[in-house]
């Protein structure tokens, strides 16, 4: 059996405080716990005791007399409990006092065991060997709370780099299917540019968490990027489509989810693409979705991406003047838009004009068929 004063396994002895201000009684405390295999420092005031600690040294446990000149036994014990390094070290209390209310006192004052004098040396060393191997195992429960600590800091850390990592390779992708939609759509990289900064606005001033607002912003640059799959005769066409053309071009949504699902993409783009679409009557497309069963990050996208076809010129349209534009928003809430979302646009509207004002693009001629074209619902017409 391993000695309870070496700490087991080659460690070091523990420590035991042995405070009095008569060199006699220290004496005795020393004969009671000498084979112990502590290791004994002895101190003839509590002062010099409390000063040791302040110095950095932290015993394993104390015995103590209460009646000492400089600093007695209930102060020193009323400070080691009072702080948070110092409050586990076991502390015995030794007095010549057996009035009930000395006790008291002392318990009160934070003290773990009490022993009156005079004592016996078995009873001073198995009161000093109980509170010992509870020292021991709050000392063993506290190590491995720190190894906890420790892994899961580790654990945290490498879970913050994977997904940096990852964040880094969708930022790629999306980067690169950004390029290839522009390569393929007529509509320019200021369309998507405005689309990201009126997304990020709507987010911001619903409250949304910034992170939220981040990934919407971000990812609201695919929204159509499964145009991609969308033959040039109807992707370029100058002029309004037709039925049949109009439900081919309607496929985007899915393509662009596939396509970004397949990239392994963040979410929010893969919900941005699929669902900017939808209306909040359920009229939308690809799925009828009502309400808030859209997406918030496509509700928001939704309505920057219409503002932005109203105000901008097409080769299908004339721009629509601001106050034109917004009358428009007005009149589909609730209908085409999430309420919410209209309603934190007009109050944002001046970072709304100051976007489109930066932002704005080069004239284009705009191009009315000769013959009879499809025509959507009013809105729905203006983004293909």
Request: aromatic share 6%.
């Amino acid at each position: 059996m391993i000695p309870i004063g070496t700490g087991g396994s080659g460690a070091p002895a523990r420590t035991v405080f042995l405070v009095d201000d008569l060199p006699e009684n220290l004496a005795r405390f020393e004969l009671a716990l000498v084979r112990e295999g502590y290791r004994l420092r002895k101190f003839a005031d509590g002062a010099d005791a409390v000063a040791a600690i302040d110095d950095g040294e932290l015993p394993d446990l104390i015995v103590m007399d209460v009646m000492m000149p400089r600093m007695d036994g209930l102060t020193v014990c009323r400070r080691l409990k009072s702080g948070s390094a110092t409050a586990p070290i076991p502390i015995v209390l030794v007095t010549g006092l057996d009035q009930l209310e000395d006790k008291i006192r002392g318990l009160e004052a934070g003290a773990d065991d009490f022993l009156t004098k005079p004592f016996h040396p078995l009873e001073l060393r198995a009161r000093v060997r109980s509170l010992m191997r509870i020292k021991i195992l709050h000392d063993e429960l506290d190590q491995k709370r720190r190894i906890l600590q420790d892994e899961k800091l580790l654990l945290e850390t490498l879970v913050h780099e994977r997904t940096e990592e990852l964040e880094s390779i969708t930022l790629g992708l999306v980067a690169s299917l950004e390029k290839a939609h522009q390569l393929r759509d007529k509509e320019t990289g200021l369309h998507i540019r405005r689309v990201c900064l009126y997304s990020e606005i709507l987010g911001t001033t619903l409250g949304l968490d910034p992170l939220y607002v981040t990934r919407i912003r971000r990812y609201a640059t695919l929204h159509d990027v499964g145009k991609v799959g969308i033959p040039d005769a109807i992707l370029k066409k100058e002029g309004r489509l037709t039925p049949t053309e109009y439900e081919e071009m309607k496929k985007h949504s899915q393509y662009g989810y596939d396509l970004l699902a397949l990239a392994q993409a963040d979410e929010t783009a893969r919900q941005i693409a699929l669902h900017h679409h939808e209306r909040f009557d359920g009229t939308g497309y690809p799925y009828g979705l009502k309400g808030a069963a859209i997406p918030l990050e496509a509700r928001v996208v939704a309505l920057a991406d219409v503002y932005d076809a109203l105000t901008t010129r097409r080769c299908y349209k004339d721009a629509f003047s601001p106050a034109e534009a917004e009358g428009e928003i007005r009149r589909s809430r609730g209908s085409h838009f999430d309420p919410d979302v209209v309603d934190a646009m007009f109050k944002s509207l001046g970072s709304f004009n100051a976007v489109r004002e930066q932002y704005g693009d080069e004239p284009v001629p705009v191009v009315f068929p000769t013959t009879e074209g499809y025509l959507p619902a009013p809105v729905a017409t203006l983004v293909k």
